[in-house]
């Protein structure tokens, strides 16, 4: 989910998305962020929203010129923020299965702010819900990419990286929606948890299985 990755999956959106903002501009986003992930953005007007964040609305049309198009824009700056905070709680984790059990942690924590409301309204607006498919493709990869790094060192047994990847993508993307939180009486993190230590399980090399004391060689005749 780098910055390039989202300006492809969103490009269009809006002329000039891409431009540098000011200080002023991005912290006004934050606070935009802060609000939607708390109480969603498709009941908002802009008159609400200038009233909420006590600036002008021509402050927010300089941010996007539609209500509609400044809520792409607050989405894809909170996918921006959560990629950068997650590549760098990775950093320094070599060892692969240390780091695919922290991303998902990662992922868990970033996700635990977003309301349902905020959700649903991703999920209603084409645009939006672009901007997350997009982001959640990058993390499908990022995931593809660490089972890969652990079966060429012999850390996991061989597997189908991009179907487990995608696999993992679909759970994480039920426990967003709040779906398996629903049916499984979990925590977000307790899902991530225990999804980390599945996938971590599935993945371990295959132990040879014990021949129970039997002389081998007697066995092969």
Same mark, same amino acid.
Do not use: W
């Given at each position: 989910m780098t910055e390039a990755v989202l300006s492809r999956g969103t490009r269009g959106t809006r002329p000039g998305a891409s431009r540098t903002r000011t200080r002023r501009q991005t912290e006004l986003l934050d606070r935009l962020e802060a609000l939607f992930l708390a /109480?969603?953005?498709?009941?908002?007007?802009?008159?609400?929203?200038? *009233?909420?964040?006590?600036?002008?609305?021509s402050t927010l049309y300089a941010l996007a010129p539609s209500k509609e198009q400044l809520a792409v824009s607050v989405v894809r700056h909170y996918f921006k923020s959560v990629a950068a905070r997650i590549e760098e709680r990775i950093r320094d984790v070599i060892d692969v299965r240390e780091r695919i059990g922290a991303y998902l942690?990662?992922? $868990?924590?970033?996700? =635990? !702010?977003?309301? $349902? #409301?905020?959700?649903?309204? %991703? &999920?209603?607006? /084409? !645009? *939006?819900?672009?901007?997350?498919?997009?982001?959640?493709?990058? &993390?499908? /990869?990022?995931?593809?990419?660490?089972? =890969? #790094?652990? @079966? #060429? =060192?012999?850390?996991? =047994?061989? @597997?189908? *990286?991009?179907? @487990?990847? #995608?696999? %993992?993508?679909?759970? %994480?993307?039920?426990?967003?929606r709040g779906d398996i939180l629903e049916r499984t009486g979990l925590t977000s993190a307790d899902a991530f948890a225990e999804l980390a230590t599945f996938v971590l399980n599935g993945l371990a090399p295959v132990a040879p299985q014990d021949d129970g $004391? @039997?002389?081998k060689t007697r066995r092969a005749r």
């Open positions: /109480e969603g953005f498709a009941h908002f007007t802009l008159d609400d929203l200038a *009233a909420r964040l006590r600036c002008s609305k942690a990662a992922i $868990g924590d970033e996700l =635990r !702010p977003a309301s $349902g #409301e905020f959700i649903e309204d %991703i &999920a209603a607006f /084409e !645009p *939006a819900r672009a901007a997350y498919e997009t982001n959640a493709r990058f &993390a499908a /990869e990022r995931i593809r990419g660490f089972i =890969r #790094e652990g @079966v #060429e =060192r012999g850390v996991f =047994r061989d @597997v189908h *990286a991009a179907l @487990v990847a #995608e696999m %993992i993508n679909v759970t %994480i993307a039920g426990i967003q $004391g @039997v002389d």
